[in-house]
């Protein structure tokens, strides 16, 4: 028995009604839902009003229609998706303010290593025009929390600013990075950020991060794999009334596969995807201009017909309608030893 439940206040049962209200309808399942994309506005072409370095490597775009006007509304956490004259197409977190309907803000750090789409953005002048879609939304803020917990680490800050911003004195963020140098927004951080470069304060110590969070609250992470994947080993455990809601901002590496053999049926090739690959990024080394954008499973962009084979489904977003005869092919694999696909 609980000696501290015998003697409850009714002002301290009725705060864990509200938590509980609060936990069945935002909270089932604990993380975020599996079919979360939502879809808002429309196709629109935008014009780059203005280019600014934000830290190294990072720089943020501010896009305005190229006709003048509104801009479809948006909501903490939502994104747009950019097509670049490569035929590239890329996914970035509006970082702006949501109340502004004549501008975007997007921010893109520079991966010298990657597939060139960051290379690509950022080799954008004020001027150029750009194709876009959405907004969407995959990261939803609950405006009715009773308290706020955000992590955001690297380019993680950019969905994360503006839920910050609308969390008002409910909310506090802790703001994780290599150095000040490479954290961009450093002059927009709502009072009370709890600032933690790694070159001044050490390796972060996400569950002791965690654990700050009040009961109920609602905890917002974006950033790395390592930093998801902590944040739901150890929230939970110390704090069983919270929510965690997540957002990757990298392809997840895969751990758990194993090899099979994909075939291309129109032209007849066969590769091997290796356990620690994806089925994507096998299907490059024979068709390198094979569509593909945000490497996680929700964005859809690689969605292939399946003509043979039996589907590990790993994504976010197809329905049971499709999941007979489709396949992302960026996260999903055979369940079997071989897939034959319709490319």
Known sequence: MNPVADVATPSLRALGAAVDIYKKVFTQPTLSPPHPVRHNGFDLDVRVEAVHAEGTDVVSLTLAHTEGGYLPSWRPGSHIDVFLASGRQRQYSLCGDPRDRHRYRIAVRRIDDGDGGSREMHALRSGDVLRIRGPRNAFTFIETAPSYLFIAAGIGITPILPMARAAGARGRLVYLGRSRATMPFLGELPAGTDLRPDDETGTPDI?????????????????????????????????????????????????DGKEFDITLARGGETVRVGSTETALDAIRRVRPDVAYSCRQGFCGSCKTRVVAGEIDHRDRLLPPGERADQILTCVSRSAGDALTLDL
């Not at 700050?212 to 794999?225: K, L, R, S």
């Open 207 to 255: 569950s002791a991060l965690l654990a700050t969070a009040a009961p109920g609250a609602a905890v917002y992470v974006c950033g790395p794999p390592p930093v998801l994947d902590a944040a739901q080993r150890s929230l939970f455990a110390g704090n069983p009334t919270a929510s965690l809601h997540t957002e990757l901002f990298s392809a997840r590496p895969v751990i």
